[in-house]
């Protein structure tokens, strides 16, 4: 069953520094999805990306994150300077998209980021 | 403000044994509403998504209900097992095309004990 998948599984790194988040999204989706979970909160939505440009993002979402589509599989996530308070799970998502239906996400199995 | 709540905030049951779990949202537009599973450490897997004209939905040994009257809605899990523990996330979608806006809970976390 096609699944989608994220690089690395934990990333740890300095404040200041930055970070390059890795998914491949599954193969035949259109939509693809930034969320975190920092520890104990609910999971929140970053930024979504449809047709090669960002559809809509959060507050969350500033200036320090860009989402990128460098190929066609790849989607990323860049922090550009990393803040103690992006430690978190970050989830990436896909989803078809075609219609209220069948707009279900897939989720990866997240990436625990570390700042220290 | 577009809000999800659920409850318990915690459950501990027996194998076996049934338990439900509730969702109440004050979230407009309303565009449907899911259930997920999230395993600790791992990413939510979606168990069922209703629309506003339907009630209820199963799937396995998983039945949803929605009323889009009062805003509320449940999740029934019947003979539980090991595996079912997990905390589940009852997610609002808000608005349609491209300005859809997902409304997180913050889970119910089940323990099944043997």
């Known amino acids: 069953e096609p699944e989608v998948t994220q690089t690395p599984s934990h990333q740890v790194t300095q404040m200041g520094q930055e970070v390059i988040l890795r998914c491949v999204p599954i193969?035949?989706?259109?939509?693809f999805y930034w969320y975190r979970q920092i520890l104990g909160q609910k999971v929140e939505f970053l930024v979504s990306?449809?047709?090669?440009?960002?559809?809509?993002k959060s507050e969350i979402f500033d200036d320090q994150f860009s989402v990128e589509r460098p190929d066609g599989s790849n989607f990323t996530l860049k922090i550009r300077s990393t803040k103690l308070e992006d430690s978190a799970m970050y989830f990436c998502?896909?989803?078809?998209?075609?219609?209220?239906?069948?707009?279900?996400?897939?989720f990866g199995p997240g990436t625990r980021l570390l700042v220290l | 403000k577009n809000q999800v709540e659920q409850s318990p905030q915690s459950l501990i049951i027996l194998e076996g044994k049934n338990c439900t779990l509730q969702?109440?949202?004050?979230?407009?537009?309303?565009?449907?509403l899911r259930w997920y599973k999230q395993d600790t450490g791992r990413g939510p897997v979606s168990l069922t998504i209703?629309?506003?004209s339907e009630n209820t939905k199963s799937n396995g040994r998983y039945t949803a209900t929605l009323d889009a009257d009062t805003k509320q809605s449940s999740l029934h899990i019947t003979a539980s097992q090991l595996s079912d523990s997990a905390s589940y996330i009852c997610?609002?979608?808000?608005?349609?095309?491209?300005?859809?806006?997902?409304?997180w809970g913050l889970g119910t976390s089940l323990a099944v004990n043997p």
């Open positions: 998502a896909s989803s078809s998209g075609t219609s209220v239906f069948s707009e279900t996400q897939y």
């Open positions: 193969s035949n989706h259109l939509y």
């Open positions: 990306f449809y047709n090669n440009e960002i559809s809509e």
């Open positions: 969702c109440n949202y004050t979230v407009s537009p309303f565009s449907n």
């Open positions: 209703m629309t506003f």
């Open positions: 997610v609002v979608t808000s608005g349609a095309g491209n300005n859809r806006k997902l409304i």
